[in-house]
């Protein structure tokens, strides 16, 4: 009896054994601790008193960095410099270099959509380009070099066009769109034209009467005949 209870108890120990056994042995954990966060009377809070937010953090610690990689330079040593290292002046920084760095970005992408998917106006260009090229006369000497660049091409031919458009202004005749006599601001010069000459009809007229009740008063103020001429 004693000594089968002897036996199962050495074999219900020899599991808990071999498991110890097999803890010492094994590798410890490579898994990162994350930090103890500090009591709550010493986290950071905006001034409302809430938990700042990951992004206002993020900048936070954008700001320290922007301070400490800051250059010194010996006039900012004297008495009379001022040195701005506001959190101000730091965001007026942060976006001007976001704004640079996104016109950057914006201007690549077009580039890059120019390039794959060219329109019309550059496609003309492009032919243009390559018949300047074929028409191009060949060099006097053999060391001459020729300027068969883009540039080259596009400078001449925006004076090519700033000639024809010169001569088309020297030419005369009437430039713009051509008037709509429908439109509305076409109307209203219409009806002040027309309002206009009716005012110019109507003054005359009063003006002849006014004359006419000026004559019959002084005909009345003054009765006495005139004499007729002998």
């Not at 409302?48 to 800051?70: D, F």
């Amino acid at each position: 009896m004693r000594a089968s209870s002897v036996r199962s108890l050495g074999e219900s120990a020899a599991p808990a054994c071999c498991e110890a056994d097999d803890a010492a042995t094994q590798p410890p954990s490579t898994a990162p601790v994350p930090p103890p966060l500090p009591p709550p009377d010493e986290r950071p809070a905006t001034m409302t008193g809430k938990a700042p937010s990951a992004a206002s953090l993020q900048r936070e610690r954008e700001y320290m960095e922007w301070l400490n990689n800051r250059p010194c330079f010996a006039w900012l040593e004297c008495a009379d410099s001022f040195r701005d290292d506001s959190y101000e002046a730091f965001m007026a920084v942060r976006r001007r270099e976001r704004e640079h760095a996104r016109v950057q970005t914006v201007t690549a992408w077009r580039s890059q959509q120019h390039r794959e998917q060219p329109s019309a106006a550059a496609l003309e260009r492009q032919r243009e380009y390559l018949d300047w090229l074929q028409d191009m006369p060949g060099p006097d000497r053999d060391d001459e070099e020729r300027d068969e660049s883009w540039a080259a091409f596009m400078q001449q031919r925006r004076e090519q066009q700033r000639k024809r458009r010169n001569e088309a202004r020297r030419t005369g005749g009437k430039r713009g769109r051509p008037v709509n006599p429908n439109s509305q601001r076409q109307c209203e010069l219409a009806a002040r034209t027309a309002r206009s000459a009716q005012r110019q009809q109507e003054i005359p007229a009063s003006q002849h009467q006014q004359q006419l009740a000026a004559r019959a008063r002084w005909e009345q103020e003054d009765p006495s005949p005139q004499p007729s001429p002998q």
